[in-house]
């Protein structure tokens, strides 16, 4: 039986795993006995369990702070890893991210504090001198409900200023990490379930089409959670995280390609550049731990009613790259989608990467998030528009809309209604009037379908006030007592 | 001696930071069993077959529990003591359901995965009742039962309070401006970061050994004994470290199955609530439904208000009988008005129980009334913060209520340095701007009690022994939940006895050696229990004087303590230490202690006010709070930061009321919506303004050291102030909470 491999404070673990589903943040608890990091929801979304993974990104460590409740644990294979427990020193002195939380009342009743803890190691690490719009997003996964966050920002300022830096031996652990290295993929095959890494992209097509009934498991964000929360078992998975092929990014005349295990985090900060217009989506998507391990493969290949990169990604012609056996092929991504958690892909057939083409000229875009809390929130409606004139005609038109149907959808009535048109009040009026029935959206606890009607059809005007020619709104000065409809 | 006002950290930093504090869920318990709840998955219903065959044939399953096999037995888990009294309804497993969550059966196995799985394997077939949802629809059901002979107790009120002084109607008559509102306000969750846990566990003399992080073990005590049948005496109950409770974990809902399983099964049991558990199937902030009407003069003078309010509490009674009383009593101790009508009454609907939760009542007593009080400003054209000056009590004006005196009430001060503070003046006259982003300011002003008294046996008992190593040893059923009080009681103690209150040791919170204690709930920690060690520790303190005066012949007047060591006078080579002190008392078999009992005899207010402006995003509904003030009347900060801390945390949860936070019951079948982080939304920390604190230290007479108490109260006024700054940024006379993006934007555009 292969064994799962891991640093874990500095020194190396050999585990034999008997359920791959098995968390990482169960293998703390009760193997290990490190109590110390917490289960609050067991869904990614408190932040309790928050523990560092350190790899190697090219000659560097990076840092990153995940949920170790939804991560399953043989994804550690190669990685190192770091607990609340790792810190303290030999002397029982505390780590200057702890000694700080403490000066400064960053811990109430302590349940919370351990994640928050780790999330604020991976600041300390990964960036030296912090913002406050850092430090809010580093902090951002992380639920507190006795401080209300002010005594543990603080911390995290004074965390770099106030105590003697402590450094990690990065040499010796990058040393130690290359020695964890795999050429090969390799498999757990178990009676409560098979788990297989493949290294390389031909060995995961292999391996898929032997096992076409396996789950793909990219940052497990969502997978994690049918384990986790519907208590489903999964016979067999099939791990992208070490698919060399699959991490890459690729930016070039053809435009952007980012490989199906690159993290939301890395193609967010690869598309901004691009399409700023989509940074402000991106900021608000999801916490950082989970833009950490999600992966937008994972995002795209799950293609939720309600997730966010579709829509951004369909309005600007996104293609998918598919691949079967040796087979590849491309399809555009609304085409991917065929109904309520439906997909276009045959048995074997997976996302290899996502091609987002070069940006064209004079392209008007926007993508607007409607949520409860600003930050943070599944959206009630995503909608997104790209626009291209020909003088004051429209030329092309592109809108995709999340939480519309039961899929990511593009408005194609619309969109064909709109071409040739005159951009103008009329013109937006008639269609935002055909919007309102090319969609029939649901009501639940995120929104009534009456709002979400009313909203789409209202950013489309929003859309308008910001482009019209010769006179396009400031996003800021855009008024809502202007939209009667 | 400098222990008050310094901002010590609290005691326990250290293992909470490096996560050594062993919460329950971290204990290691040889033999523990798991138990898994099944819920009912309809609103009303009478179960009428339950098939656990499958369930119980799973290796690894010990036990199976339900109403058919559990003792039937009702209680009230709000009860803190033999004698008070509220309707029983509650059993452990009830033969009829009340609500989506209600308890249908357990499974307890030999682990957590056992108990999952068998867990499913249970069939119910229920035969369903017809069910309500809403207090209207409650409130409509009782009258059309009133003439009815049925009288169930889920169809009356559970309880009316009114209470009238003055001459409401005339005033009425005779008032320039009458403005009325209906204000909204929804079920809400603690939202504790730990979840529901408890372990009990059969002692070797037969007992049961209960441990849980809870507020009161002696209310734990007492509901446990009534719902399993056993003599308090059998049970012995230990408070673990909580990870946050406010209010959530004030009753034990978990505590009489896990008793009666361990005392079955003659093992330790466990059972640990996940989270859509602990939002489903515990307790909820009440939703309260009230219409209020003021009248007043032109000049601002409020001459009569009426208030009415309907109050949801859920399935079972729980605290739900003293609701309409607290809220009676928040309403009327921060405003002089000389007629007042009101009328509150509570009653039962199909969805969760409510239960104790941080204000208890005031926060929506005070959402009611302060977003009205800005609506009358608003008509009358006055300044909201003129007009509330123009009609605050005054330090020492009496409760209409209970007729006790307020204390040194300092909302004025609040009131006024705030609005400096704040430039309130030109704030709110600058109005919003134009465009998109509209910015408003808003402000309210809020009270709440210290302590019990005089509705309970308001009391605290603490014993304090010197060790011989010169330390202190506290026994004292303190509940320190996290917020710190035991730090603020070690300062407390180390400023009278001048000690480090690093050396003071604080027992374990146990039955078995704490005299009675209410526990930690109603704001009375620092100023019950604070004023108890004070007065322990000064008792102490004559009684080491009495004995040092004999080893040092020196006048007991002439002795003083510095750094734990007794001098007499300015002989500086003439001194004795604590420790040795109570080593020469050990000599004599005796031992350098004393206990002494605390009975509060005032009940005096803490006040705020809070002053927000926010921005809101017309085009799409989203508030931003962008600046935050919260200035409070606490009489003296014995630790400044804690202060602070309990402050931006109440915010915090003021805020998510006012804006997110609602459990959200689907009127069509009684479901929990929100019932996990993804919809039931928390302010996190980029949503979090900087909250500027400013405090009114004016020294509360009855408190130790000064001190009144601060930890419910921050949380009650924010969303009254954030509601009124978004109706002064819009225009608009929102008063239906949480004040959503789709609520606000159905505001702006009514047409539809």
Redesign the interface.
């Known amino acids: 039986m292969t064994a799962v491999r891991f640093i874990l404070d500095g020194e190396r673990i050999e585990i034999e795993v008997a359920d791959p589903t098995r968390t990482l943040l169960q293998y703390l608890?009760e193997d290990l006995?490190?109590?110390?990091?917490?289960?609050?929801?067991?869904?990614g979304?408190?932040g309790?369990c928050t523990v560092v993974i350190a790899e190697p990104d090219g000659d560097a460590l990076r840092y990153r702070a995940v949920n170790a409740c939804i991560q399953f644990l043989p994804t550690l294979d190669g990685k190192a890893l770091f607990?609340?427990?790792s810190?303290?020193a030999a002397d029982g002195s505390?780590h200057p991210v702890?000694?700080s939380?403490?000066?400064?009342?960053g811990?109430?009743?302590?349940?919370?504090?351990?994640g928050f803890?780790m999330s604020m190691l991976a600041l300390y690490h990964n960036n030296p001198a912090p913002t406050r719009a850092d430090?809010?997003?580093a902090?951002?996964g992380?639920?507190?409900?006795?401080?209300?966050?002010?005594?543990?920002?603080d911390a995290c300022r004074h965390m770099y200023t106030d105590y003697a830096r402590v450094e990690l031996d990065e040499v010796g652990l990058m040393a130690e990490l290359r020695e964890l290295r795999r050429d090969r993929g390799f498999s757990l095959e178990l009676e409560a379930a098979h788990y297989h890494a493949p290294v390389t992209l031909a060995e995961l097509a292999e391996l898929y089409l032997e096992h076409p009934d396996a789950q793909i498991l990219a940052g497990g964000t969502d997978v994690g959670l049918w384990v986790t929360?519907q208590?489903r078992e999964l016979p067999a998975v099939i791990y992208l995280g070490n698919v060399a092929e699959l991490r890459r990014i690729g930016v070039g005349a053809e435009g952007i390609e980012i490989g199906a295990a690159v993290t939301l985090t890395d193609a967010f900060d690869t598309i901004v550049p691009h399409y700023p217009e989509f940074g402000e989506m991106f900021r608000r998507f999801a916490s950082l731990p989970v833009r950490n391990a999600g992966t937008l493969g994972g995002n795209v290949a799950n293609g939720s009613p309600i997730g966010d990169s579709m829509p951004a990604l369909m309005a600007v012609a996104t293609r998918v790259r598919l691949r079967r056996g040796d087979q590849q092929r491309e399809m555009a991504l609304e085409d991917l989608y065929l109904d309520y958690m439906k997909n276009a892909m045959q048995e074997g057939e997976f996302i290899e990467a996502i091609v987002i083409p070069p940006r064209v000229d004079a392209l008007l875009l926007r993508c607007?998030k409607?949520?409860?809390?600003?930050?943070?929130?599944?959206s009630?409606v995503c909608a997104a528009f790209a626009l291209r004139l020909d003088g004051e005609r429209v030329s092309e038109i592109r809108i995709a809309l999340g939480g519309m149907a039961a899929i990511p959808k593009r408005a194609p009535q619309t969109e064909q209604s709109l071409l040739g048109k005159h951009w103008d009040e009329s013109t937006v009026r008639t269609a935002m009037d055909s919007l309102r029935r090319e969609f029939t959206p649901l009501s639940?606890?995120?929104?009534?379908a009456?709002?979400r009607s009313?909203?789409t059809a209202?950013l489309l005007y929003?859309f308008y006030l910001e482009t019209r020619p010769g006179q396009a709104l400031d996003?800021?000065?855009?008024?809502?007592?202007a939209?009667?409809a | 001696m400098n222990h008050i006002s310094t901002s010590l950290p609290i005691l326990d930093g250290y293992d909470k930071v490096s996560g050594r504090l062993c919460f329950t869920e971290d204990m290691k318990l040889e033999g523990l069993l798991h138990a898994k709840l099944i819920f009912s998955s309809v609103a009303h219903a009478t179960i009428k077959h339950i098939d656990i065959e499958a369930a119980r044939a799973v290796p690894g399953v010990i036990g199976i529990f339900h109403h058919g096999n559990t003792p039937g037995n009702t209680y009230n888990s709000t009860i803190w003591f033999e004698g008070q009294e509220a309707p029983e309804d509650e059993t452990m497993f009830p033969g009829v359901l009340r609500h989506i969550g209600d308890r249908v059966a357990a499974v307890i196995a030999e682990t957590q995965e056992i108990a999952d799985k068998a867990v499913r394997l249970i069939e119910v077939e229920y035969d369903r009742l017809p069910a309500v949802f809403d207090a209207f629809a409650a409130r409509d059901l009782c009258e059309e039962m009133a003439s009815s002979d049925q009288k169930s107790i889920f169809e009356k009120p559970v309880n009316e309070t009114t209470f009238d002084y003055g001459n409401t109607r005339a005033a009425f008559d005779r008032a320039d401006l009458i403005v009325e509102d209906t204000v909204t306000t929804p079920k809400t969750h603690h939202c504790a970061m730990e979840n529901h846990v408890c372990v009990a566990m059969p002692e070797a003399d037969g007992r049961i050994l209960i441990l849980t992080p809870c507020q009161s073990i002696f209310a734990v005590q007492f509901v446990v004994a009534r719902a399993i049948g056993v003599p308090a005496s059998q049970l012995r109950v230990v408070k673990t470290p909580i990870g946050g409770s406010f209010g959530g974990k004030a009753e034990p809902v978990l505590d009489p199955l896990c008793a009666w399983f361990a005392k079955t099964l003659e093992r330790p049991v466990t059972i640990a609530f996940s989270r859509a558990e602990t939002f489903t199937a515990t307790r909820t902030r009440c939703k309260a439904i009230g219409y209020i009407q003021t009248a007043v003069n032109r000049d601002g003078r409020i001459l009569a208000r009426d208030t009415d309010v309907l109050i949801d509490v859920g399935a079972y009674c729980t605290g739900g009988i003293f609701l309409p009383e607290s809220m009676a009593q928040r309403l009327c101790r921060i405003y002089n008005i000389e007629n007042q009508h009101y009328r509150g009454r509570s009653f039962y609907t199909n969805t969760l129980p409510s239960g104790a939760y941080r204000g208890y009542g005031s926060p929506q007593i005070h959402a009611i009334s302060e977003i009205n009080l800005d609506h009358v400003a608003r008509r009358l054209g006055m300044d909201p913060v003129k007009f509330r000056l123009k009609n605050l009590i005054s330090p020492n004006d009496v409760d209409p209520v209970t007729g006790l005196g307020l204390g040194n009430a300092r909302i004025r001060d609040c009131v006024e340095q705030g609005s400096v503070h704040f430039d309130w003046g030109n704030r709110w006259s600058a109005g919003s701007t134009e465009g998109r982003r509209k910015r408003g300011v808003g402000m309210a002003c809020a009270t709440h009690i210290n302590g019990c008294f005089p509705g309970f046996h308001e009391a605290t008992t603490a014993t304090l022994r010197v060790r011989e190593d010169g330390g202190l040893d506290l026994t004292c059923a303190l509940h320190d939940l996290g917020c710190g009080s035991n730090t603020v009681l070690a300062q407390i103690i180390a400023e009278v006895l001048d000690i480090s209150p690093l050396s003071i040791v604080f027992s374990e919170v146990d039955t078995e050696i704490c005299d009675y204690d209410l526990g930690t709930r109603a704001s009375r920690m620092t100023y019950i229990a604070g004023e108890a060690v004070r007065r322990t520790a000064e008792k102490l303190k004559l009684q080491i004087f009495a004995m040092a005066s004999l080893e040092l012949n020196c006048a007991a007047t002439d002795l003083f303590i510095t750094d734990g060591r007794v001098f007499c006078g300015d002989r500086r080579d003439s001194s004795i230490s604590l420790g040795e002190l109570a080593a020469r008392e050990a000599d004599r078999d005796r031992s350098l202690s004393t206990t002494e009992t605390y009975r509060a005899s005032a009940n005096p207010g803490s006040y705020a006010a809070h002053f927000a402006e926010v921005e809101v995003d017309t085009l799409t509904g989203a508030v931003q709070v962008v600046d935050y003030l919260a200035v409070h009347d606490l009489g003296r900060a014995i630790n400044p930061q804690l202060v602070e801390g309990q402050i931006h945390g109440g915010v915090q949860m003021g805020m998510g009321f006012a804006l997110f936070e609602d459990i959200d019951i689907d009127v069509d079948n009684g479901r929990v919506k929100g019932d996990r982080f993804s919809r039931y939304h928390l302010v996190n920390a980029p949503e979090m303004p900087l909250v500027k604190v400013l405090l009114v230290e004016k020294h509360e007479p009855t408190g130790p050291y000064g001190a009144k108490a601060v930890g419910e109260i921050a949380t009650i006024p924010p969303a009254p102030a954030i509601v009124n700054a978004i109706n002064h940024a819009l225009d608009t006379n929102l008063t239906e909470l949480p004040v959503t993006p789709e609520r606000i934007i159905g505001a702006l555009s009514p047409t539809g």
Do not use: W
């Open positions: 608890r006995r490190r109590v110390g990091s917490k289960e609050g929801c067991a869904e979304d408190c309790a607990t609340v427990e810190l303290k505390l702890q000694q939380m403490v000066d400064h009342h811990s109430q009743c302590g349940f919370c504090t351990p803890i430090i809010d997003d902090l951002s992380n639920l507190c409900r006795c401080t209300g966050y002010r005594s543990i920002v929360k208590l607007y409607l949520c409860k809390r600003y930050d943070q929130d599944i009630a639940d606890m995120r929104a009534s009456g709002y009313r909203a209202n929003r996003n800021t000065a855009v008024n809502v007592f939209v009667t």
